[in-house]
């Protein structure tokens, strides 16, 4: 936590002499290639690809460490999480994982990892520490969206097939609500005070909003693109930035970007990236956004201020999953 | 077989794991699956011998699928399945079916039994999905409204593959049909899909069983394609009998599609986009096959089923079908875009596979094909050519 205000705020302040174009602070964008077994390591300053590293088999989901030091990635066809010292840029080890392993999130102690098997219906909870599985829970068919709320208490679970947000009780380590979307939801993720939570829902072509405290959607909004029909809008995945202003969602194969004014709940804009945007990652300042195009096989850049994008980086095949480490 | 350990094994581990939960009463969606044994005919290509459980295991699938989904809204879904013998009466096993208080039947019958079985007085308040017939009339003159269809139409499967050839700029066809009557008919939706799509049948040539293919095919087929100018060779031989030796014999260097080569399908198990892979790997370790294309018309099936209870946390049949019939519903259906019933003829529509046999090629309808609705209109019989009566 200190180290990450420590970066924002030099962040910040070297914002001001910079010009727009150029990252405040360096940071290193890692972006999983699914159909490559890679993953690209791009530099923030100069937008090129400065490495590309072999993983494990079908590499998706990836997500840093508390620290920063470490990076996970869900090599899904290796059934396992792989876990990269990024300062070698070396496997050092794997976690158990259970099967098929897609997206996770990280508890915000950085202890427990939330793992969704997508095969067999259950959220596997790893210890990083022990590297040994703390416990497991039944959900529905096709897990798929995991996010854990900012105190740590709730741990949730989206279901592609079942369609549902199923909340787990970390304490009590079982499922103990769950709350009905829109046809295959996918991706998840709390505001960063924990009130409400965002779930896509791919074939519904929706972004539900839920209410933390009652459980309950709060609201549903649709999307709307001039010259893309409507089927074409499958909205994956979500990030939010931390002042409350803006929620950024990735349509898919309508490749754009809605930008959703999350105080009003209104799509202000949206932003023409590459084919089938996926995946997104602010960088440590919020002041880009990077996000992930599969088809395309590039990453886009979004100047948050503008609300432009910047240039598209080419990566690998399947861009899928990126974090961004400052 | 081999499934049902393994569901009733989960079931009571979970019914050990959660004793809870299951003290509160499941209420129970009942659904039946009606199919009859049929003789495979004699065919040339014996390479691949059919499963004897495809489309049940579709229907068990989607069980378990929705089980999994029920256990979290105290629902429960039960299968009911029929085999009618070859020389058996579907009619009857439908009456008897309805007798029990059976009120959804997923109907794996091919040709014009589900229009028959649909005009049955005690079909009347029934759902029937047909989830085995590619047959246009049952979208058209026999179409009812107690019917609706998962499988794809002929229609819908020709217009699929004809997009993509127009797309290709592959527009003068080559058509041989094969000698039994769905051959016809699958000829018959090419020649409607090449008017609609500018193409042309430039030569059309009926395959007779006299041609010994497997022994002499180097001598056989050489000669048997020759004839106008073409682009592809579109094969109508829906049981396999001929269809597999035409590719590489052809007398011009063409690519062959139709019901070989580069097929238009809904299934096929090269498509893993859309969360197909998932849905394909847990059949396959259900029933250590490939799903096919009945196993996913009748899960599809099922599934609404599933999905209808589900939306409204209802298990009353008549509840069910309203929903399923009515505006709202839609099904995922790993196709990439919401599947959803068109109430002029009941049909389900969806985007349809063209693959070969390692890799799929494309999915129609492809870009470009506009429609004022949904793009997936501009494959099958849309609503002003519909020859359903209104209903």
Redesign the interface.
Known sequence: MTIRRLVLLSALLAGCALPALADTVASTIYVSNEKDNTLSIIDSTTLEVTDTVKVGRRPRGITLSADGSQLYICASDDDAVQVMDLKTKQIIHNLPSGKDPEQFALSPDGKLLFIANEDNNVVTVVDVTTRKVAFQVDVGVEPEGMAVSPDGKWAVNTSETTNMVHWIDVEKQAVVDNTLVDARPRYTRFTKDGSQLWVTSEVGGTLAIIDTATRQVQKTIRFKIKGVTQDRIQPVGIRLTADGRYGFVALGPANHVAVVDAKTFEVKDYLLVGRRVWQMALSPDEKRLYATNGVSGDVSVIDVEALKVLKSVKVGRYPWGVAVKG | MRFIPLVSSLLAG?LL?TPAAFSQDLATVRIAYLTQATERPPALSNLDSPPDDEGIAGARQAIS?ND??GR??HQKFELETVTVPEDGDPTQALRELAAKGQRIVVLDLPGEAPGTLARLPEAANLLLFDAGSTDDSLRNALCAPNLLHTMPNRAMLADALAQYLAVKRWTKWFLVVGTRPEDKLYAAAIKRAAKRFGAEVVEEKAWSEDHDARRTAQAELPVFTQGKRYDVLVVADEVGDFGDYVMYRTWDPRPVAGTQGLVPTNWHRTHESW?AA?LQ??FR?AFGRNMLPRDQAVWAAVRAVG?AA??TRSTDPAALMAYIKGPDF???GFK???LSFRPWDGQLRQPILLAADRSLVSVSPQEGFLHPK???DTLGYDQPETGCRPR
């Open positions: 979970w794991a699928d999994t989904t979290f809204l969360g998932q790997s847990r370790s999905e589900t939306r839609t099904l995922a990439g875009v919401p949904t793009e997936l």
